[in-house]
């Protein structure tokens, strides 16, 4: 089943492998999906332009996996949790 990770738009280090793997962060992408549709959660595609432009989920803002640490204050600005997800 596909999921996808939450993290604090506050935190603005690298996960840790043990944090990757820690499955309450992780929650179904139907959940995901209901969130986003509710606007009660920030979503951001971290995969490559191409494919956020082939297909993304609702409402989600594209910044590139390269480039989410300098995007942190504008994500803390929108003062949501933030979800994340790639392929």
């Known amino acids: 089943m596909p999921t ?8 603005a280090r690298e996960a840790s492998e043990a944090e990757l ?3 309450s962060l ?12 509710t606007g009660t959660v920030t979503v951001v595609d971290v995969r490559d332009e191409d494919s956020f432009v ?5 409402a989600a803002i594209w910044i ?13 600005a929108l003062g949501k ?5 790639c392929s």
Not at 64 to 76: H, I, N, T, W
Not at 81 to 85: A, E, F, S
């Open 21 to 23: 793997k820690d499955s």
């Open 64 to 76: 590139p996996l390269s480039s989410v640490e300098r995007g942190v204050e504008q994500l803390r």
């Open 26 to 37: 992780r929650i179904p992408i139907e959940q995901l999906v209901a969130l986003a549709s």
């Open 4 to 11: 996808a990770t939450t993290t604090g738009a506050a935190s």
């Open 54 to 58: 082939a297909g993304h989920i609702p």
């Open 81 to 85: 949790p933030v979800v994340t997800y």
